[in-house]
């Protein structure tokens, strides 16, 4: 048994990014951990806020997951976050729940959300001070890690693809709690658009469908 924990900047984020993948660990038996980084700041209408709340309870039914913790940052406004603090908050959550496996959004996604908890995430993967941590992958985020235009950005090369071919419709269905963050294609975060991108990232791997990852480190 692994124990996995998946950093999210904000909900939805793993469930594009690895909710394929979620549910293949969970199958195997491996627990899983959702660290959730920011919540709605109070600018929005308390209707919607408690929505998101249930949303996330409703998420977390559905996958299964064995920890959920949320740190409660105010979303987009993490660049103006002493990253010690952040860093702070992630470190407590990895003692406390000790992963082997670590999946991350990628650094040169276009919010600067992610590149924050990028780099407050990679802080607490360093093994003489988190020796528990094995492994460490970048997932991409439809509309964040392909949206990047800048020239001198890393972009997101792939090098490890998980098939989710018998996971795919059950994403979709997770995807579907959010109800605010789907729409009809074009729209990046559509069914038509999630589904694409997993037959694209199969048909790099010889499966039907997949999810694709940066593997960044890993410990044998």
Same mark, same amino acid.
């Given at each position: 048994?692994?124990?996995?924990?998946?950093?999210?900047?904000?909900? *939805?984020?793993?469930? =594009?990014?690895?909710?394929?993948?979620?549910?293949?660990?969970?199958?195997?038996?491996?627990? #899983?951990?959702?660290?959730?980084?920011?919540?709605?700041?109070? @600018?929005?209408?308390?209707? +919607?806020?408690?929505?998101?709340?249930?949303?996330?309870?409703?998420?977390?039914?559905?996958?299964?997951? *064995? @920890?959920?913790?949320?740190?409660?940052?105010?979303?987009?406004?993490?660049?103006?976050?002493?990253?010690?603090?952040?860093?702070?908050?992630?470190?407590?959550?990895?003692?406390?729940?000790?992963?082997?496996?670590?999946?991350?959004?990628?650094?040169?996604?276009?919010?600067?959300?992610?590149? #924050?908890?990028?780099? /407050?995430?990679? /802080?607490?993967?360093?093994?003489?001070?988190?020796?528990?941590?094995?492994? #460490?992958?970048?997932?991409?985020?439809?509309?964040?890690?392909?949206?990047?235009?800048?020239?001198?950005?890393?972009?997101?090369?792939?090098?490890?693809?998980?098939?989710?071919?018998?996971?795919?419709?059950?994403?979709?269905?997770?995807?579907?709690?959010? @109800?605010?963050?789907?729409?009809?294609?074009?729209?990046?975060?559509?069914?038509?658009?999630?589904?694409?991108? /997993?037959? =694209?990232?199969? /048909?790099?791997?010889?499966?039907?469908?997949? @999810?694709?990852?940066? =593997?960044?480190?890993? +410990?044998?």
């Amino acid at each position: 048994m692994k124990k996995v924990i998946i950093v999210t900047p904000h909900p *939805d984020d793993e469930t =594009l990014g690895c909710g394929g993948t979620i549910l293949r660990h969970k199958k195997e038996g491996d627990q #899983v951990c959702w660290l959730i980084v920011t919540k709605m700041g109070d @600018e929005f209408e308390i209707s +919607r806020r408690m929505k998101r709340k249930e949303e996330i309870e409703r998420v977390k039914e559905m996958f299964g997951f *064995d @920890e959920v913790f949320q740190l409660n940052f105010d979303a987009g406004s993490l660049d103006r976050i002493p990253l010690g603090n952040i860093i702070n908050e992630i470190s407590q959550s990895f003692n406390r729940f000790h992963p082997n496996i670590v999946y991350l959004p990628y650094r040169s996604d276009i919010h600067s959300d992610h590149k #924050v908890v990028f780099d /407050a995430t990679v /802080a607490c993967t360093k093994w003489f001070r988190y020796p528990f941590v094995n492994k #460490v992958l970048a997932y991409e985020t439809l509309s964040e890690t392909d949206f990047t235009i800048n020239p001198d950005s890393n972009h997101f090369h792939p090098n490890v693809f998980v098939d989710i071919s018998s996971h795919l419709e059950k994403k979709i269905e997770i995807m579907k709690v959010y @109800e605010s963050e789907l729409s009809e294609y074009p729209f990046p975060r559509s069914v038509k658009a999630i589904k694409s991108l /997993a037959y =694209l990232r199969g /048909a790099a791997a010889g499966y039907e469908a997949a @999810e694709a990852f940066m =593997l960044l480190k890993e +410990r044998l």
